[in-house]
């Protein structure tokens, strides 16, 4: 079934929360029902920008924090064009985060605001909808392979995670 706009459609939360396995779960769904939709996912790694986050992120490379907040974000600016054409014939995108783990994440680093975060990404396609994987760190620390990237510590996911709290009271005040 083809829709006249597809839907946008993201899941957040920290890493090992089950954001992976709900998307693929939503994009078996609307196959099954017939509804064209892709699966997507940020950081983009399949780009040269995302070939550097992706270094950046597997300890292979270090890089400025600022610099870093940039390129996560350059990843998202650099995908817009398809994005909006996708939506506009119809595609809808399930995605794998965006730009609220831009915010989350770099926030988590001392030094940077929640404001100041959310700059860069200002003016970048907004989702229609946002699920947020409201799971602990407690027990994600306890997943098969946590730590092998360079966010995968207890202490930061703690933060993230009040900061993505932040962002869900912020966005949708009561
Ligand atoms: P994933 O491929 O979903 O496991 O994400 C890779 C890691 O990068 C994960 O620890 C979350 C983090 N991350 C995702 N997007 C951003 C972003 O825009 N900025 C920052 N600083 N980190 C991000």
């Known amino acids: 079934m083809k829709m006249k706009r597809g839907l946008f459609i993201v899941f957040e939360g920290l890493d090992r929360s089950g954001k992976s396995t709900q998307s693929r779960k939503l994009h078996e769904t609307f196959k099954a029902l017939n509804m064209e939709s892709e699966l997507w996912q940020y950081p983009n790694r399949s780009t040269a920008i995302g070939d550097l986050i992706n270094k950046y992120l597997r300890k292979e490379i270090e890089l400025d924090d ?3 907040h940039l390129l996560f974000s ?16 119809g ?13 989350a994440y770099t926030a988590a680093k001392e030094g940077f605001s929640l404001d100041w975060c959310k700059n860069c990404d200002n003016g970048l396609p907004k989702p229609d909808l946002v699920f947020f994987m409201d799971s602990q760190n407690e027990a994600l620390a306890n997943r098969q392979d946590f730590g092998a990237e360079r966010y995968e510590t207890t202490e930061f996911q703690k933060r993230v995670y009040t900061n993505f709290k932040k962002l869900c009271y912020f966005e949708n005040p009561t």
């Open 91 to 103: 595609i809808s995108l399930i995605v794998d985060r965006y730009a609220y783990s831009g915010v």
């Open 66 to 68: 600022t610099a870093v």
């Open 74 to 89: 350059a990843n998202r600016w650099e995908t817009t064009k398809t994005l909006r054409e996708k939506l506009n014939n």
